[in-house]
């Protein structure tokens, strides 16, 4: 989920393809699905939509497996819009084969055709893959998840450790006044046998395991390391209940 200029939108992205982007001879980009109506007050689908969405999704899948080279790179949705993004090696008549398929399989139906060049990949790469911010957020929003499925109560504040990976001891005494500053504790430092980073560092603070809140510390403690040449790698805590 995203805020965006008139309101929510929610990106589903295949994470992986960036382990390929861009890809030289996939140089166009098609964006293309339906309007509902059955949206809610943020333009998000309502629960009875989605049978809908999912059928044409599926449907313009199998039509691209039939007429185009393509690498599909996620789906977004905003303002009652649900469009699925594809990369694409040639758009020779795809626009006139869209319509027919549109207008075939679901006659009456509101939908969208973009096509445009995008030879690096900006849609995907800026726009659908998730920022350092979000990639903060879904890291730690799946270790909140482990912990819900243990029983624990994410509101209630318990001792939360982080590690910290430091190269040099002037990287690491870079890092530690701040941090004290904001009443961490250090509660270890070790030695590694990884030569890039071979200092580590355990803090600790009372804080709560809450999304917004955790998320809101380990970006702050990922940008100081970095500041500092450090490499912030985690949290952990006890289950509360």
């Not at 999912?54 to 790179?73: E, G, P």
């Not at 040449?229 to 805590?237: A, L, R, S």
Request: with cysteine; charged share 30%; aromatic share 12%.
């Amino acid at each position: 989920m995203g805020q965006y200029e008139n309101g929510p939108g929610s990106t589903i992205v295949d994470m992986a393809v960036k382990n390929v982007a861009p890809v030289k001879d996939m140089s166009y980009l098609l964006a293309t699905g339906i309007g509902f109506d059955k949206c809610n007050a943020d333009g998000l689908p309502e629960k009875e939509a989605f049978p809908e969405l999912y059928k044409v999704s599926d449907a313009v899948k199998l039509f691209m497996d039939n007429n185009r080279q393509h690498i599909f790179t996620g789906t977004f949705t905003y303002q009652c819009e649900r469009l699925d993004h594809y990369y694409i090696k040639d758009t020779a008549d795809l626009r006139q084969r869209l319509i027919k398929f549109y207008d075939d399989s679901f006659p009456g139906i509101k939908y969208r055709i973009n096509i445009k060049a995008d030879n690096i990949w900006q849609d995907y790469l800026d726009f659908l893959y998730p920022n350092a911010v979000s990639l903060e957020f879904i890291a730690n929003e799946k270790v909140i998840a482990k912990l819900k499925e243990a029983g624990d109560q994410p509101e209630r504040e318990r001792p939360i450790q982080h590690l910290i990976y430091f190269k040099t001891e002037a990287d690491q005494q870079c890092f530690l006044p701040y941090v004290l500053k904001l009443k961490f504790k250090v509660t270890a430092k070790e030695k590694t046998t990884d030569p890039n980073r071979p200092l580590k560092v355990y803090l600790s603070r009372i804080d709560k395991a809450e999304l917004s809140a955790i998320s809101a510390i380990t970006i702050d403690l990922k940008r100081m390391a970095m500041r500092c040449n450090g490499e912030y790698d985690g949290w952990e805590t006890a289950v509360v209940k």
